[in-house]
């Protein structure tokens, strides 16, 4: 990379660290997306047909029970890649203040805050993507809970 600018290699780098600060976000909402899809279509399945359901019965809990589980392996999934996200966040904001920062002026205080180890892994979208998971995963319990009372009553369901 030997260019005649002493920028150059800096603004590759800036594009480079933006572009995966891109695509771990990518990453991170593609990981929500397939855990919810999962984990909603497993919860939904015992409703679906209640004629399988009532002739299955109680058998068909796993499903739910398997959605919660799911549910729990996604908050570690998107732990890890949240944490990845963050490293990201941290270097391209490093990168960033360094190329940007002797360009802006000093009120530009939204520029100048710094990414912590600590704060990286705390913003907005980190708390959101947690609480969306952690409410799927409550949900998805409810559901295996209401299952586990509605399915023995299903059983008697159109006797006579």
Request: aromatic share 10%; proline share 4%.
């Given at each position: ?100 920062l002797p360009h802006l002026e000093a009120s530009s205080k939204t520029m ?49």
């Amino acid at each position: 990379m030997t260019t005649s600018t002493g920028n150059q290699p800096r603004l590759e780098l800036l594009k480079y660290t933006w572009d995966e600060y891109k695509y771990r976000h990518g990453l991170c909402w593609a990981a929500v997306y397939r855990v919810s899809a999962a984990v909603i279509a497993l919860a939904m399945a015992p409703y679906l047909k209640p004629l399988v359901t009532k002739a299955v019965g109680c058998t068909m809990l796993v499903l739910p029970f398997l959605g919660t589980g799911l549910a729990l392996y996604g908050i570690v999934v998107l732990r890890n890649e949240l944490g990845l996200f963050a490293e990201t966040k941290m270097a391209h904001q490093d990168i960033r203040n360094k190329l940007l920062l002797p360009h802006l002026e000093a009120s530009s205080k939204t520029m100048q805050e710094q990414l912590t180890p600590i704060t990286a892994k705390k913003t907005k979208f980190d708390v959101l993507v947690y609480i969306l998971i952690g409410v799927l995963c409550l949900l998805s319990l409810a559901n295996f809970v209401f299952l586990r009372y509605w399915i023995p009553q299903l059983q008697h369901f159109g006797e006579r």
